[in-house]
């Protein structure tokens, strides 16, 4: 147990150290490292979001995302915007523990190249609900890690498939999973 509290109170030590004198920074610009991903499956993620601090309480955010294939036999291309309301309960300005609503909406083209029935082109719009922590650092730059749940729905339907979007949400039959990973600088 000695260890165990050694550990918190040195976490907490640097944490307080490595995180102040951020309270006059007012705009975040980050980028997911989904980038990876994309790499690996032959396709280009771009995820940029810039948030801006309305007050301790509260910020307001725009995600714009896309995909683009570059190589492979499943070419999905898709756009989408995502703004979101921001609520920090305790006060934190731009980092700390957040909660977050958002509506989304995009468009989605997903063509397979061995066979034509699996080809579709549909308008996704969605919401759902976010809640992370984004830790700012003295020279400015930023992490963040959330996680969320959410509903996409598409026009036309399109067929049921599981589906990693641009923004990190995963979406399912029923519902969508979001993971969210974003590094970036704070102004």
């Not at 308008?123 to 992370?132: A, M, P, S």
């Amino acid at each position: 147990m000695k260890k165990f509290l050694i550990i918190v109170f040195v976490f907490i030590a640097v944490n307080q150290n490595a995180l102040s004198q951020t309270e006059a920074r007012r705009f975040t610009v980050q980028h997911s490292t989904l980038l990876v991903l994309g790499i690996l499956s032959g396709h280009y993620f771009l995820d940029l979001e810039g948030q801006y601090k309305l007050s301790d309480k509260t910020n307001v955010s725009l995600l714009v995302s896309g995909i683009i294939p570059y190589n492979g036999h499943l070419e999905t291309t898709q756009f989408s915007l995502k703004p979101m309301f921001i609520y920090r309960p305790f006060n934190t300005g731009l980092r700390g523990f957040y909660m977050g609503l958002f509506p989304s909406i995009g468009w989605l083209d997903f063509k397979h190249s061995c066979d034509d029935r699996d080809n579709f082109s549909c308008t996704l719009i969605g919401f759902g609900l976010e809640t992370g922590y984004k830790w700012i650092f003295r020279n400015g730059f930023t992490m963040q890690l959330g996680t969320g749940i959410g509903k996409t729905f598409s026009i036309p339907e399109r067929p049921w498939q599981n589906i990693v979007h641009s923004d990190g949400r995963y979406t399912f039959q029923y519902y969508d999973v979001l993971f969210d990973f974003k590094i970036g600088y704070s102004f």
